[in-house]
């Protein structure tokens, strides 16, 4: 997947998911989380916005949209 882009956009998205994903609340740090951050710094790379600023900020968009989730309670349910 990430053949398309350049080593330079590469090394940008690297330390830019490393850079969001420090600031994943411990209780929101999970795979999918981070894979979905991931996901909107590809999607942002794709439209040509591939400066490291960029992927930070498609990073934090993607964090924020997290952050706003509701934490499960126990056996799974959500607290409102």
């Known amino acids: 997947m990430l053949l398309e882009f350049d080593q330079n956009t ?3 998205m690297t330390a830019a998911l490393e850079t969001i994903c420090k ?3 411990a209780d929101k740090d999970s795979h999918e989380n981070r894979k979905s951050i ?3 710094m590809i999607a942002s ?3 040509g916005k591939r400066s490291y600023l960029d992927l930070k900020d498609a ?3 993607a964090l924020n ?3 706003r989730r509701p934490k ?3 056996f799974g349910w ?3």
């Open 10 to 12: 590469v090394a940008n």
């Open 65 to 67: 949209e997290i952050a």
């Open 72 to 74: 499960p309670g126990w």
């Open 38 to 40: 991931a996901d909107a």
């Open 78 to 80: 959500r607290r409102s």
């Open 59 to 61: 990073g934090l968009v």
């Open 23 to 25: 600031k994943l609340p």
């Open 45 to 47: 790379a794709r439209t």
